[in-house]
């Protein structure tokens, strides 16, 4: 009798890569925490990662780790996303909506570990849509008060801005103003010269202008 043999067929699990990505305005903000909590949160879930972080405004979104990984995501490089909190991608709530709708569209998921919001159905979208915006609100109001703040400064006829001489090493000399001043002056002066030459040419002799 021919013995049966039993075939053991070993399958190998691919792992999600994702790309984690943290953002703080100024270097006096906790960018290593966010970095740490998206690590802690790709390792519970056994996911691979690469880790992008910028130190800028969220005004705008072009800032360079976050283009470098925007590209790869478009280039399908990674399963999905890792955020700290929704408002680290931007605080253009336009903006980061129509992103998100983006990744949503190619299949890219997107987590925040601070935000558990399912985002798969229409009311997390909702929720999701809210929180930008307010951080958007949030930073337009902080924008305005600055504002009022130096501008009541301003008419009490104090100082604002960095203080004399605060990152000079020697006094600071009006030598460098002086030559700004007198080198923009000699370009506008050029200038009225130039003009004036070309429109008596053009009338005297009907050279130097156009037809």
């Not at 067929?9 to 909590?37: G, H, M, P, W």
């Not at 960095?162 to 506008?188: A, I, M, T, V």
């Given at each position: 009798?021919?013995?049966?043999?039993?075939?053991?067929?070993?399958?190998?699990i691919?792992k999600?890569?994702?790309?984690i990505y943290?953002r703080?305005s100024?270097?006096?903000?906790?960018?290593?925490?966010q970095?740490?909590?998206?690590?802690k949160?790709?390792?519970?879930?056994?996911?691979?990662?690469?880790?992008?972080?910028?130190?800028m405004?969220?005004?705008?979104l072009k800032?360079?780790d976050?283009?470098?990984?925007l590209?790869?995501l478009?280039n399908?490089?990674?399963d999905?996303?890792?955020?700290?909190?929704?408002?680290?991608?931007?605080?253009?709530a336009r903006?980061?909506?129509t992103?998100?709708?983006e990744?949503?569209?190619?299949?890219?998921?997107?987590?925040?570990?601070?935000?558990n919001?399912?985002t798969?159905?229409?009311i997390g979208k909702?929720?999701?849509?809210?929180?930008?915006r307010l951080?958007?609100?949030?930073?337009?109001?902080?924008?305005?008060?600055?504002k009022?703040r130096?501008?009541a400064?301003?008419?009490?006829?104090?100082?604002?801005?960095?203080p004399?001489?605060?990152?000079?090493s020697?006094k600071?000399?009006?030598?460098?103003?002086?030559k700004?001043?007198?080198n923009?002056?000699?370009?506008k002066?050029?200038?009225?010269?130039?003009?004036?030459y070309?429109?008596?040419?053009?009338?005297?002799f009907?050279v130097?202008g156009?037809?």
């Amino acid at each position: 009798m021919s013995k049966s043999k039993s075939v053991i067929v070993e399958r190998t699990i691919k792992k999600n890569k994702f790309a984690i990505y943290c953002r703080v305005s100024t270097d006096k903000q906790e960018l290593y925490q966010q970095i740490e909590s998206c690590k802690k949160f790709c390792d519970f879930k056994e996911y691979e990662y690469e880790i992008y972080s910028d130190i800028m405004t969220g005004k705008h979104l072009k800032r360079p780790d976050f283009l470098k990984m925007l590209e790869k995501l478009r280039n399908f490089e990674y399963d999905g996303l890792v955020l700290f909190r929704f408002d680290r991608l931007g605080r253009n709530a336009r903006e980061v909506v129509t992103l998100l709708e983006e990744f949503e569209n190619k299949g890219i998921q997107v987590i925040s570990i601070n935000e558990n919001i399912d985002t798969t159905n229409p009311i997390g979208k909702a929720v999701r849509d809210i929180i930008i915006r307010l951080a958007q609100l949030e930073r337009e109001n902080i924008s305005v008060a600055t504002k009022q703040r130096l501008q009541a400064k301003k008419e009490a006829g104090e100082h604002w801005g960095r203080p004399f001489g605060s990152k000079d090493s020697k006094k600071r000399k009006k030598e460098g103003y002086k030559k700004r001043w007198k080198n923009e002056r000699e370009k506008k002066r050029g200038s009225k010269r130039r003009s004036g030459y070309e429109f008596t040419n053009k009338k005297m002799f009907g050279v130097g202008g156009g037809k």
